[in-house]
T-cell receptor, first 113, second 112 residues
Framework: AQSVTQLGSHVSVSEGALVLLRCNYS??????LFWYVQYPNQGLQLLLK??????LVKGINGFEAEFKKSETSFHLTKPSAHMSDAAEYFC???????????FGAGTILRVKS | DAGVIQSPRHEVTEMGQEVTLRCKPI?????LFWYRQTMMRGLELLIY????????DSGMPEDRFSAKMPNASFSTLKIQPSEPRDSAVYFC??????????FGPGTRLTVL
């Protein structure tokens, strides 16, 4: 069965600083991996996805993530944080069909001015 | 495009009452998903449909929960009878094929 661990339930960065949100996965089959963002009182929005193509995946709003099989990781990064990036971020893994998503517990990102 | 539409946005009910949550997926999408989000358990997939047919309902917590998709543009999630522990935000999502799910704004359910 697939599972996801997000290290750090809260991350705080200064505006303009690097954003790094950590995600490690467990999967018995080659995984599909996703990052979603949730703003307060809204649904989830897909930031980016890894579906076995390039290991470095670029998403919306300047975010990217790198799939590292040897480390079973899929960390999310952004070179320079913006106030509008403050939200909760979820990493998710799916098995072979890309449909049944298993989500991590989420990381709340705070951006300080 | 209107996106995924869910109604109601908020629902407050008393224990024992029947609750029906509604979802209209994005037109043309062939997959529909129901999720539940709580502080304790996070985001959980309850059930998903493909072309109106339930594919996996292993996440449905118990027999009090049921979901239907009578046509490609409408789905319901019903809880009967409701209990306080059912209080959560329920999300509907849809997709065209796998990988990219579009989420609705959610229904916040409070069972007193």
């Amino acid at each position: 069965a697939q599972s996801v661990t997000q290290l750090g339930s809260h991350v705080s960065v200064s505006e303009g600083a690097l954003v790094l949100l950590r995600c490690n996965y467990s999967s018995s089959v080659p995984p599909y991996l996703f990052w979603y963002v949730q703003y307060p009182n809204q649904g989830l929005q897909l930031l980016l996805k890894y579906t076995s193509a390039a290991t470095l995946v670029k998403g919306i709003n300047g975010f990217e993530a790198e799939f590292k099989k040897s480390e079973t990781s899929f960390h999310l990064t952004k070179p320079s944080a913006h106030m509008s990036d403050a939200a909760e971020y979820f990493c998710a893994v799916s098995d072979f069909d890309g449909n049944k998503l298993v989500f991590g517990a989420g990381t709340i990102l705070r951006v300080k001015s | 495009d209107a996106g995924v539409i869910q109604s109601p946005r908020h629902e407050v009910t008393e224990m024992g009452q029947e609750v029906t949550l509604r979802c209209k997926p994005i037109s043309g999408h062939d997959y529909l998903f129901w999720y539940r989000q709580t502080m304790m358990r996070g985001l959980e997939l309850l059930i998903y449909f493909n072309n109106n047919v339930p594919i996996d309902d292993s996440g449905m917590p118990e027999d009090r929960f049921s979901a239907k998709m009578p046509n490609a543009s409408f789905s319901t999630l019903k809880i009967q009878p409701s209990e306080p522990r059912d209080s959560a935000v329920y999300f509907c999502a849809s997709s065209l094929g796998p990988y990219t799910q579009y989420f609705g704004p959610g229904t916040r359910l409070t069972v007193l």
